[in-house]
């Protein structure tokens, strides 16, 4: 598990590597991804930011949670790095992943901003199945602490964005449990949570669902 190298004198115990870019990014800025796809994104972000499952680390001064939606093929349209703090999003803040090497670390995108740090995950997680239409990570320490090995739960000692963590999720989806729910905690990822669906109103609704049924205080729409 890697700290942030600039919070490391703050906070000792920190593990949140949130908003770093561990693959090789190759990012053609262009224009904004389909808007039909980028629409469906900024409707579930909203109720998901609303839950504090999607958001910004005032102290660390880096965003978190991300969430993207199938195109064509491994293609998918997935949220911007450096989004987490605004409140609402449009077209601009989404990128079109177009490729990705799991072997060789590398993502492919294109879009007005670079891809999430966490694209590399949710492109090993397409590849699990042509089903999976949406992907949802998000932040909870409470969801975390409470269903870290409860429900399906990657390896401790794998990181996000790693080729590794594109294995566990191979591993996972061998299990029955993960493929019917849909959900998945990255032990390894600590406050990270993966919901997968078939439509981003699966995915989101599963992760809100989850959120509602814990504290009741956070939004299930
Ligand atoms: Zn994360």
């Known amino acids: 598990m890697l700290a942030i190298p ?72 997935i949220t911007g790095t450096q989004t987490g703090h605004l409140e609402t999003t449009s077209g601009i803040h989404y990128a079109l992943v177009t490729k990705t090497d799991v072997t060789r670390n590398t993502v492919w995108s294109s879009g007005p901003v670079e891809a999430s740090s966490e694209a590399m995950t949710h492109a090993a997680i397409y590849a699990l199945s042509d089903a999976i239409q949406a992907v949802v990570h998000v932040h909870s320490r409470e969801l975390w602490e409470r269903y870290r090995n409860v429900l399906p739960t ?29 959900l998945a905690v990255m032990a390894g990822h600590e406050e990270g949570i993966v919901s997968i669906g078939t439509s981003l109103r699966e995915a989101a609704g599963r992760v809100l669902a989850l959120a509602g049924q814990s504290s009741g205080s956070t939004g299930s729409r």
């Open 6 to 77: 600039m919070c490391s004198g703050r906070h000792s115990a920190v593990t949140i590597d949130e908003g770093y870019i561990k693959y090789v990014s190759r990012w053609t800025e262009g224009p904004a991804p389909d808007p039909r796809l980028t629409e469906g994104l900024e409707t579930w972000r909203r109720p998901l930011y609303e839950a504090g499952l999607v958001g910004y680390y005032e102290d660390l001064k880096v965003g978190f949670g991300n969430l993207s939606v199938r195109a064509n093929g491994p293609a998918f349209v």
């Open 154 to 182: 990657t390896d401790a000692r794998v990181a996000y964005g790693t080729p590794a963590m594109a294995a566990e999720f191979t591993r996972l989806w061998s299990q029955h449990r993960f493929r019917n729910d849909g």
